[in-house]
T-cell receptor, first 113, second 114 residues
């Protein structure tokens, strides 16, 4: 039973560039959430996708956008990268929109130079 | 407003010692869930437990136990006979309302020395 998988695991970008991160949820899950974790901090909620729609959003600018596909996989896009966007980006999957168990992937570590 | 506090930033123990990690969750909600996650150096957040505020009975799973006291808003996590593999950052995380949006605190870094 495959868990949550994310790609790429590491990437380096320069300021102003755009990045796309990908996530495949755990088998049987239909909801995907994205979190940003800066070094030494707890993860911060970016947004949640369910039924291919953004259902909730955290306090992140419009430069952060996403998509969910019919197979429940998801992408996180960040435009006009800033140095402060350097972080570990974590994807979590769950069943439905409620407070069920959430399973996380190993994350994509983004470095912006 | 909801607020989760893990006052212990770092804890260091020697293998086989028992260790308790504290978590205080302040909310106006009368019912809620709380999650505990472990984050080893690999970065993946590992789900440990989800508890409902209705249930104040201690939960035990192997060397792990959880004590939930609604009166003090505390949801503490104890590792008995700690092992080096327990070294990680531990997060207590309540959902925001009845949603899948988790609110993470700063976490507690546990170092277990051999």
């Amino acid at each position: 039973d495959a868990g949550v998988t994310q790609s790429p695991t590491h990437l380096i970008k320069t300021r102003g560039q755009q990045v796309t991160l990908r996530c495949s949820p755990k088998s049987g899950h239909d909801t995907v959430s994205w979190y940003q974790q800066a070094l030494g901090q707890g993860p911060q909620f970016i947004f949640q996708y369910y039924e291919e729609e953004e259902r909730q959003r955290g306090n992140f600018p419009d430069r952060f956008s996403g998509h969910q596909y019919p197979n429940y996989s998801s992408e996180l896009n960040v435009n006009a990268l800033l140095l402060g966007d350097s972080a570990l980006y974590l994807c979590a999957s769950g069943l439905g929109e409620g407070t069920g168990e959430l399973f996380f992937g190993e994350g994509s570590r983004l470095t912006v130079l | 407003a909801q607020k989760v506090t893990q006052a212990q930033t770092e804890i260091s123990v020697v293998e086989k010692e028992d260790v308790t990690l504290d978590c205080v969750y302040e909310t106006r909600d009368t019912t809620y869930y709380l999650f505990w996650y472990k984050q080893p150096p690999s970065g993946e957040l590992v789900f440990l437990i989800r508890r409902n505020s209705f249930d104040e009975q201690n939960e035990i799973s192997g060397r792990y136990s959880w004590n939930f006291q609604k009166s003090t808003s505390s949801f503490n996590f104890t590792i008995t006979a700690s092992q080096v593999v327990d070294s990680a950052v531990y997060f207590c995380a309540p959902p925001s309302g009845n949603t899948g949006k988790l609110i993470f605190g700063q976490g507690t870094t546990l170092q277990v020395k051999p």
